[in-house]
C-alpha cells in the first residue's frame, strides 16, 4: 500500500473520529469535529496530489479516494443537518446526489470492467465549495453568507453531477458498443 492509499485510509478513520467527537458533551465538540473534517480534506489533497505527482496513482486509490470523500460529507451534512446548522433540504438534494453517485461508481467499477469516471473540474470546485460552506457554519459567519455559500455549494455539485451522468452515459455507450463488435 502507497502514501496516498495509506493517506485514504486514514480518511476512513476520520468519518467515525468526526461523528463521535461532533455529537460529544465535550466542551468545543464542533471546533473539535471541525479540526477533524478540516485534517480530513488536507488527507484528500494529499493524496492526490501525491498520487498524480509521483505516479502512484492504483486502482484502489481511485475507487476508494472519492468513496472515502462521499462519505465524510454525507457524515458532515447528516451532523450538521440534525443540530440545524443546516437546512433538511440540502442534504436531501447532496444526500441523494452523493448516493446516486456511489451506486453508479460502483455499478461502473463491478459491472464495467472496473471502469472509474475521473473527478473533473466541477466535482473538485464542489468539494472546495463544500469544505467553505461547512467552515462558514461551523465558525458561525452570517447567517447570509452562510446561505449562500451553501446555495453555492448545490449549485456546483448539481452541475458536477451532471457532468458525471454525461460521463457515465458514454462510458455505457462505448461498452456496449464494444459488445456489439465482439460479437
Do not use: H
Amino acid at each position: 500500500m502507497n502514501i496516498p492509499n495509506i493517506l485514504t485510509t486514514i480518511r476512513f478513520f476520520l468519518i467515525p473520529a468526526f461523528i463521535i467527537v461532533f455529537y460529544s458533551s465535550i466542551e468545543n465538540s464542533l471546533l473539535y469535529a471541525t479540526y477533524i473534517f478540516v485534517l480530513a480534506g488536507i488527507t484528500d489533497v494529499l493524496d492526490g496530489y501525491i498520487a498524480r505527482k509521483y505516479d502512484m496513482v492504483t486502482k484502489y486509490g481511485t475507487v476508494l479516494d472519492p468513496l472515502a470523500d462521499k462519505l465524510m460529507q454525507i457524515a458532515a451534512l447528516i451532523c450538521f443537518t440534525s443540530e440545524g446548522y443546516i437546512p433538511i433540504w440540502v442534504i436531501i438534494v447532496i444526500g441523494l446526489k452523493e448516493i446516486t453517485m456511489i451506486l453508479g461508481g460502483l455499478l461502473l467499477y463491478f459491472k464495467e470492467n472496473k471502469t472509474v469516471i475521473p473527478a473533473n473540474k466541477f466535482g473538485k470546485m464542489a468539494t472546495i465549495s463544500f469544505y467553505v460552506a461547512i467552515l462558514a457554519v461551523a465558525f458561525d459567519f452570517n447567517y447570509i453568507i452562510n446561505y449562500i455559500l451553501i446555495t453555492i455549494t448545490v449549485i456546483i455539485m448539481l452541475i458536477a453531477f451532471i457532468k458525471y451522468l454525461i460521463g457515465f452515459k458514454r462510458v455505457k455507450m462505448v461498452n456496449n458498443n464494444k459488445e456489439c463488435v465482439d460479437k
